[in-house]
Each structure stands twice: as structure tokens, then as C-alpha cells.
């Protein structure tokens, strides 16, 4: 259906005798005259101002809100290798009178050094005794669905199985069950898979492992896996991976964030221990303050880039982390070098190579695609003053033997200069806006490009609201219009368990919520796949968007991720850019209107003869600023497009109440 709600404003142009620009109105735009207040927006669509970057929009993640463990890693057991807490066995209960304890004299390997002991001696047909683990806030389960069950298992002298492994109701009724048998007092590998009959679906459910016949096992590394995305082994969750891959993101930032520095320096992302079989992966604590198992290592966020075909942008540990301790530049700092060196070898080396080798032995022969490295991690943090040289003495190395890759800093430096730096903004819808502008007057000629490879308008949790997606579509203008300075940006945290928000949320301001059966996309995701999917190549000059910018200042202490923004400062209320795609002619304008009230534009496009007159119009809009999507309500508010008639190349149309819409026109 076309939509009327255009008019052509030809006749209002040449009434309109020469357009004037009133400086400091409402967004800077020019308006017909004094007493017309229908602000224009006049694109010149024969004058290309810069180039979007190829890599404009990604994705950035690290272990933060059960984002990978009780998230995107399709794993369903909590704590499965019983490190969770070194003294007690944690998310694991005894059932039918078992007893059970940590054993750290029975460990599998060096890296899962200590197992769970199951005194099930009071076992019985009548009552089985065994464990039994309820997930991330439940176990999901779906009709006819192959589970698949592994585990390690020991037995003491006299008991050699059979054990029955079951998915059942929280009630504790089986709803599909196996048996293994023949343990023996050696460590052995069990598999099976469990079909589900027709069931709703539901996350109400539990795994068991029990035992009729009395006796004394060991148990490590009990694991259960759904289907994955694209089948892959040890892979993830595919409604959460679908949201992502409509996004159409072009890299990954991995692997944080604070996650890739840890609180201590051995807590940081140690990639050579999160490689190869995942029962020789030690694991670790992230600094959000739980356990990670690894199990989504540096080779699985590699495998999720091919699966979205995105590109990694590799962050190394420089070291620095969170509480403080750094490593001194110079002799202190080349083994961390080497280990970035190697890394990136890992990622990038073919199997003539060591790493490359490895990677190859650990399942995947072909090198991936890199071309951006990050060195550390906000690392304006690190009050000794180091990052300076540790920066220069990474850069360097990386340089000499990786030439063609582009090096980011976390903050400034002097010694050398980076190819790359990287900037966060974690802040109010006001802010946002009124920072909407930092990058137009930013000076190009200093060698270093802009990675803004963190930012979020933070209103709304557990997920953003609208005013959340409208602090980011004001500031996405931004970066799309200044794309020749910003090569990539990505929006942070990207994923929140939203279970039991007190415990499964460290973060208030996430992209995407999940529980452990369904997913939703917040307000400020469906901005992020408006931006992402509908952006041409070029960027197009259009009026000037002035207003004073909000300063931004770095912080001067660790984020907690619960920090109130600072009061609101007056802003305008339309916000745009818009961009062309040099292959297929098509224009795209984004027009964010914040206001309260639908706002009536005109579109001025010159340079061309003519547009079709038809064209699209996907518009995203509340009717509060704080209307927004939930578990409950999941599509509450999400993009619509709609053909819509174009009559002429200035033309006018009104912009509802809190709303982001992008135009496609195409010149003829
Ligand atoms: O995105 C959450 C955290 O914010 C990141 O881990 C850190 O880099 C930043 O301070």
C-alpha cells in the first residue's frame, strides 16, 4: 500500500524565496523562512563526503551477565566441571540420600584437577540415589528434540554402573532416560543421546544422574548439549545466534572488555588455555565474578565469526589488569608479546606455523581473516603511566611481524602512533544526543582512526528502552555520517540473563535478554538492525547539524555497571545523516525524531534528476519513551516497513512521536 502522507513540496520551494539557514534553531537546520518552522533536510546527493567503512557495525562480547555460560554457549549444565567454587559443590544436589563432596585427590587432568564423589551407598531400586544439576536458571527442553549427554566417570572397588542419566520434570518425573554401564576405577568417557517424546516446551526441568545398585563413583566434566547453530560441536544457542545474524554484523570484538584482563593477571583471558579439547581447559573466574569453563574458547568465538561471517578484531592482553597489577615494559612484557604474537599466529598462521598447526590439530585447517588488532583494554585505568610503552613495545612486535595489520589503542599515547584508537561512551539519552556531533569537527589528519568499541545510551534495564534506542539512532547518525574517521563500532554489554536479574545481570543496560528458553531483541537492537542492514557506501553531504557538544571525560575509576547518568542537558530533537549505495542507486536517510509529538520535514534532494516514485520507509516507534520489549512481550515494538510514494525530490513527511525511521529512495 502507498502511503499519502508525502506531499510534494515543490510549490512551497519556490514560494520559499531562497531557503534560509537560521543558525542555532533546532538542530541547525535550515527552514523556509521565519515563519515556517518545517525544518528541511537537504541532501546533496551528488556530493560524496566521505566513504562508510566496510566494518561500520559489529558485535562486541565477553563473559559478563551469563552472556556465554547461561547464554549465547548452548552447554545446559551449571558448573559441569565442579570449579565453580573451590570448597563445595555448587548448582548440584543430591538426590535419594547421596552424599556429595569436591575431591581434589580424584582429579581427571592437571586442568580439571578435582571431581565431584558420589556416595550413593544407600542407593536402591526404590530409591535410586545420584545428583542432579537445574542449569541457568532451568534446563530447556523441546519436543522431539536429541539432547546430547557426556561425561567422565570413575568407580570405586565393587560398582561398576548401570547409571541412569535422565531429563526430568522439576517435579522429578522422567521424561527420557538411558543407562550407562561398566565403570571401572579408571577414568572413562560416556555418551549418549537423549530424544525428548512430544512435550510443550519448557524450561521447568532438571538432569539427573542416579544409580539403583549402592556404591561409590567420581564424576567430572557432565555436560549436555541442545541442537546447535549450524550443528556445530561445543556450539551455540541458535535463537540467540539468529538474532545476531540479523543484525548483519561485520566483526567481532573478542574477548572483552574487562574479561580479557581479568581482576588479577592470572585471571586474564589466557587463550592458550582455552584451545583443544574442553576437558583439558583449566578455565577461569571473570571479573564479573563468576566461573567461566572456557568451553566457548578463542577457536569457538573464531567458529561464531565464520558462522555470521564476521570478521575477529583480536584484542591481546597487554598487561594490565583490573585491580591494577601491570607488567613492567621492557624484558618483563615479552612473554606477553610473544603470547599476542603467537596468538595472532593462531588466528591468522597457515599450518606450516606452529600455531597455525595447532589450530589446525584443534579442527580447523584454514586460517581466519584479520585485520585488526587491539592492544589491551580501557586502559586509561592504569594510573602508573605504562600503557605508553607497553603500547609501543606490542605495536612494534606486531608490526614487524604482521605489517599490514592496523594496531588499536585503548587510550592516548605518544611514543608511537596507532593506527587505531578505541573509545566508550556508556551514557544518558541526553548525553548521547547532545554528543551526536563529536565526530564531525574531529581533526582527520593525525594518522589514527576512531574504534568506538564500546557505547549504549543506558535507559532501561534490564534491557534498553525506547529513549535508550533513541540516544543510539541519534548517535549512529553520528558515526555513519563520520564513517571515514570511525572504521567500526559496537554496542556494549551485548547479551543479559534476565532469569533473576540480582544475580544473573552485572550490567543494567544490555542489548538482548534471554532466559534459558526463549530471546528477545531490546528497542535499541532493533535500532542497531535498522542501522546495520540499511546503509549505503557513501556518505552524503547534507546541512550542517551544529549544536554544542557534551564533553566527554574518561572515568576516573573501574565501571560497576550501575552508574546514574548525569542530569539532562538541553538538546535538539531531530536527528540524521544519509547515506547512498553506489551499486544500486539507492539513497537511505535515517531521521530519529525524539520529541513527543510527530514533527513534519521536509526532504530536499538535489543532485539527481528524479526519484522513483516509490520507495520504503521502516520506522520504529513507541508511544513512551519508556515503552519496551521483554520476555513477555518480545515484539512489542519493532521495526515496520512500508512502501511509500515519492512525488518529488522535496518533498514532506511527518516523522511520528519517538521515532526512528529510514528512508529508501532511489534516484532515477
Ligand atoms: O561493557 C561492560 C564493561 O565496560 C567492559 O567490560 C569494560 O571494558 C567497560 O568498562
Given at each position: 500500500?502507498l502511503l499519502?502522507?508525502f506531499?510534494?513540496?515543490?510549490?512551497?520551494?519556490?514560494?520559499?524565496?531562497?531557503?534560509?539557514?537560521?543558525?542555532?534553531?533546532?538542530?541547525?537546520?535550515?527552514?523556509?523562512?521565519?515563519?515556517?518552522?518545517?525544518?528541511?533536510i537537504?541532501i546533496?546527493a551528488?556530493?560524496?563526503?566521505?566513504?562508510v567503512?566496510?566494518?561500520?557495525?559489529?558485535?562486541?562480547?565477553?563473559?559478563?551477565?551469563?552472556?556465554?555460560?547461561?547464554?549465547?554457549?548452548?552447554?545446559?549444565?551449571?558448573?559441569?566441571?565442579?570449579?565453580?567454587?573451590?570448597?563445595?559443590?555448587?548448582?548440584?544436589?543430591?538426590?535419594?540420600?547421596?552424599?556429595?563432596?569436591?575431591?581434589?585427590?580424584?582429579?581427571?587432568?592437571?586442568?580439571?584437577?578435582?571431581?565431584?564423589?558420589?556416595?550413593?551407598?544407600?542407593?536402591?531400586?526404590?530409591?535410586?540415589?545420584?545428583?542432579?544439576?537445574?542449569?541457568?536458571?532451568?534446563?530447556?527442553?523441546?519436543?522431539?528434540?536429541?539432547?546430547?549427554?557426556?561425561?567422565?566417570?570413575?568407580?570405586?572397588?565393587?560398582?561398576?554402573?548401570?547409571?541412569?542419566?535422565?531429563?526430568?520434570?522439576?517435579?522429578?518425573?522422567?521424561?527420557?532416560?538411558?543407562?550407562?554401564?561398566?565403570?571401572?576405577?579408571?577414568?572413562?568417557?560416556?555418551?549418549?543421546?537423549?530424544?525428548?517424546?512430544?512435550?510443550?516446551?519448557?524450561?521447568?526441568?532438571?538432569?539427573?544422574?542416579?544409580?539403583?545398585?549402592?556404591?561409590?563413583?567420581?564424576?567430572?566434566?557432565?555436560?549436555?548439549?541442545?541442537?546447535?547453530?549450524?550443528?556445530?560441536?561445543?556450539?551455540?544457542?541458535?535463537?540467540?545466534?539468529?538474532?545476531?545474524?540479523?543484525?548483519h554484523?561485520?566483526?567481532?570484538?573478542?574477548?572483552?572488555?574487562?574479561?580479557?584482563?581479568?581482576?588479577?593477571?592470572?585471571?586474564?583471558?589466557?587463550?592458550?588455555?582455552?584451545?583443544?579439547?574442553?576437558?583439558?581447559?583449566?578455565?577461569?573466574?571473570?571479573?564479573?565474578?563468576?566461573?567461566?569453563?572456557?568451553?566457548?574458547?578463542?577457536?569457538?568465538?573464531?567458529?561464531?565469526?565464520?558462522?555470521?561471517?564476521?570478521?575477529?578484531?583480536?584484542?591481546?592482553?597487554?598487561?594490565?589488569?583490573?585491580?591494577?597489577?601491570?607488567?613492567?615494559?621492557?624484558?618483563?612484557?615479552?612473554?606477553?608479546?610473544?603470547?599476542?604474537?603467537?596468538?595472532?599466529?593462531?588466528?591468522?598462521?597457515?599450518?606450516?606455523?606452529?600455531?597455525?598447526?595447532?589450530?589446525?590439530?584443534?579442527?580447523?585447517?584454514?586460517?581466519?581473516?584479520?585485520?585488526?588488532?587491539?592492544?589491551?583494554?580501557?586502559?586509561?585505568?592504569?594510573?602508573?603511566?605504562?600503557?605508553?610503552?607497553?603500547?609501543?613495545?606490542?605495536?612494534?612486535?606486531?608490526?614487524?611481524?604482521?605489517?599490514?595489520?592496523?594496531?588499536?589503542?585503548?587510550?592516548?599515547?605518544?611514543?608511537?602512533?596507532?593506527?587505531?584508537?578505541?573509545?566508550?561512551?556508556?551514557?544518558?539519552?541526553?548525553?548521547?544526543?547532545?554528543?551526536?556531533?563529536?565526530?564531525?569537527?574531529?581533526?582527520?589528519?593525525?594518522?589514527?582512526?576512531?574504534?568506538?568499541?564500546?557505547?549504549?545510551?543506558?535507559?532501561?534495564?534490564?534491557?534498553?528502552?525506547?529513549?535508550?534506542?533513541?540516544?543510539?539512532?541519534?548517535?549512529?547518525?553520528?558515526?555513519e555520517?563520520?564513517?571515514?574517521?570511525?572504521?567500526?563500532?559496537?554496542?556494549?554489554?551485548?547479551?543479559?540473563?534476565?532469569?533473576?536479574?540480582?544475580?544473573?545481570?552485572?550490567?543494567?543496560?544490555?542489548?538482548?535478554?534471554?532466559?534459558?528458553?526463549?530471546?528477545?531483541?531490546?528497542?535499541?537492537?532493533?535500532?542497531?538492525v535498522m542501522f546495520s542492514s540499511r546503509h549505503g557506501d557513501q556518505?552524503l553531504?547534507?546541512?550542517?547539524?551544529?549544536?554544542?557538544?557534551?564533553?566527554?571525560?574518561?572515568?576516573?575509576?573501574?565501571?560497576?555497571?550501575?552508574?546514574?547518568?548525569?542530569?539532562?542537558?538541553?538538546?535538539?530533537?531531530?536527528?540524521f545523516d544519509a547515506t547512498r549505495d553506489s551499486a544500486t542507486g539507492t539513497i537511505y536517510v535515517k531521521v530519529?525524531?525524539?520529541?513527543?509529538?510527530?514533527?513534519?520535514?521536509?526532504i530536499?534532494i538535489?543532485?539527481v534528476?528524479a526519484l522513483q516514485p516509490s520507495g520504503l520507509a521502516t520506522v520504529l516507534?513507541?508511544?513512551?519513551?519508556?515503552?519496551?520489549?521483554?520476555?513477555?512481550?518480545?515484539?512489542?515494538?519493532?521495526p515496520v516497513t512500508q512502501r511509500i510514494k515519492v512525488p518529488?525530490t522535496?518533498f514532506?513527511r511527518?516523522f511520528?512521536?519517538?521515532?526512528i525511521t529510514v528512508l529508501e529512495l532511489q534516484a532515477r
Amino acid at each position: 500500500m502507498l502511503l499519502d502522507h508525502f506531499q510534494s513540496m515543490r510549490g512551497a520551494k519556490s514560494l520559499a524565496v531562497g531557503l534560509t539557514v537560521l543558525a542555532g534553531t533546532t538542530a541547525g537546520f535550515a527552514q523556509t523562512n521565519a515563519n515556517d518552522a518545517t525544518p528541511v533536510i537537504r541532501i546533496q546527493a551528488d556530493q560524496v563526503k566521505a566513504t562508510v567503512s566496510p566494518l561500520l557495525y559489529g558485535l562486541m562480547t565477553e563473559e559478563i551477565n551469563y552472556s556465554y555460560e547461561g547464554g549465547l554457549y548452548a552447554e545446559l549444565i551449571r558448573n559441569r566441571s565442579f570449579k565453580a567454587n573451590p570448597t563445595n559443590v555448587v548448582y548440584w544436589s543430591p538426590v535419594g540420600g547421596a552424599a556429595i563432596n569436591l575431591d581434589h585427590d580424584t582429579a581427571l587432568n592437571d586442568a580439571l584437577d578435582s571431581s565431584l564423589k558420589l556416595d550413593a551407598s544407600t542407593a536402591s531400586a526404590i530409591v535410586p540415589a545420584g545428583i542432579a544439576n537445574s542449569g541457568y536458571w532451568g534446563i530447556p527442553l523441546r519436543a522431539k528434540t536429541t539432547y546430547h549427554v557426556s561425561f567422565y566417570a570413575k568407580a570405586a572397588p565393587g560398582f561398576s554402573g548401570p547409571l541412569k542419566v535422565s531429563l526430568a520434570s522439576k517435579a522429578g518425573e522422567s521424561i527420557v532416560s538411558a543407562e550407562v554401564a561398566d565403570l571401572t576405577s579408571d577414568w572413562k568417557k560416556f555418551e549418549l543421546d537423549l530424544q525428548t517424546p512430544d512435550l510443550p516446551a519448557s524450561k521447568d526441568n532438571v538432569f539427573k544422574l542416579t544409580t539403583a545398585t549402592p556404591g561409590i563413583l567420581w564424576l567430572q566434566q557432565v555436560s549436555l548439549f541442545p541442537p546447535t547453530y549450524k550443528n556445530r560441536p561445543n556450539g551455540n544457542r541458535p535463537d540467540i545466534m539468529q538474532l545476531l545474524a540479523d543484525m548483519h554484523p561485520k566483526f567481532l570484538r573478542l574477548p572483552g572488555g574487562n574479561y580479557l584482563e581479568g581482576d588479577y593477571i592470572n585471571e586474564r583471558f589466557n587463550w592458550k588455555k582455552t584451545i583443544g579439547d574442553v576437558a583439558q581447559r583449566p578455565g577461569h573466574r571473570s571479573p564479573w565474578n563468576y566461573w567461566s569453563t572456557d568451553g566457548l574458547g578463542l577457536l569457538e568465538y573464531l567458529g561464531w565469526c565464520e558462522d555470521l561471517k564476521m570478521e575477529p578484531v583480536l584484542a591481546v592482553f597487554a598487561g594490565y589488569a583490573l585491580k591494577h597489577d601491570y607488567i613492567k615494559p621492557g624484558p618483563d612484557l615479552e612473554p606477553f608479546v610473544q603470547d599476542a604474537l603467537d596468538e595472532i599466529q593462531y588466528v591468522t598462521g597457515d599450518t606450516s606455523t606452529k600455531w597455525g598447526a595447532q589450530r589446525a590439530k584443534d579442527g580447523h585447517p584454514e586460517p581466519f581473516p584479520l585485520h585488526y588488532v587491539e592492544v589491551g583494554n580501557e586502559d586509561w585505568f592504569d594510573k602508573s603511566g605504562s600503557y605508553d610503552e607497553r603500547f609501543a613495545q606490542f605495536f612494534k612486535a606486531i608490526k614487524a611481524a604482521y605489517p599490514t595489520l592496523q594496531v588499536i589503542a585503548t587510550t592516548r599515547v605518544k611514543n608511537v602512533t596507532p593506527d587505531v584508537i578505541d573509545e566508550h561512551y556508556y551514557l544518558s539519552q541526553e548525553q548521547m544526543e547532545a554528543q551526536s556531533h563529536l565526530y564531525d569537527k574531529r581533526a582527520r589528519d593525525t594518522g589514527t582512526k576512531v574504534f568506538v568499541g564500546e557505547w549504549a545510551t543506558r535507559v532501561g534495564s534490564p534491557t534498553p528502552n525506547m529513549a535508550g534506542a533513541l540516544g543510539d539512532a541519534a548517535w549512529m547518525c553520528c558515526l555513519e555520517r563520520n564513517s571515514d574517521l570511525v572504521v567500526m563500532n559496537c554496542y556494549a554489554p551485548l547479551f543479559v540473563n534476565v532469569s533473576d536479574p540480582g544475580k544473573s545481570m552485572q550490567w543494567k543496560t544490555d542489548l538482548i535478554g534471554y532466559d534459558a528458553l526463549t530471546s528477545y531483541g531490546s528497542p535499541s537492537y532493533y535500532a542497531q538492525v535498522m542501522f546495520s542492514s540499511r546503509h549505503g557506501d557513501q556518505v552524503l553531504a547534507t546541512d550542517s547539524q551544529d549544536f554544542p557538544t557534551y564533553s566527554w571525560q574518561p572515568p576516573t575509576r573501574r565501571r560497576t555497571g550501575d552508574e546514574q547518568p548525569r542530569p539532562a542537558q538541553q538538546v535538539p530533537s531531530l536527528f540524521f545523516d544519509a547515506t547512498r549505495d553506489s551499486a544500486t542507486g539507492t539513497i537511505y536517510v535515517k531521521v530519529v525524531n525524539r520529541a513527543d509529538s510527530a514533527q513534519s520535514v521536509a526532504i530536499e534532494i538535489s543532485g539527481v534528476n528524479a526519484l522513483q516514485p516509490s520507495g520504503l520507509a521502516t520506522v520504529l516507534k513507541a508511544q513512551q519513551p519508556d515503552d519496551t520489549n521483554s520476555l513477555k512481550d518480545p515484539r512489542k515494538l519493532v521495526p515496520v516497513t512500508q512502501r511509500i510514494k515519492v512525488p518529488d525530490t522535496f518533498f514532506a513527511r511527518s516523522f511520528p512521536a519517538y521515532s526512528i525511521t529510514v528512508l529508501e529512495l532511489q534516484a532515477r
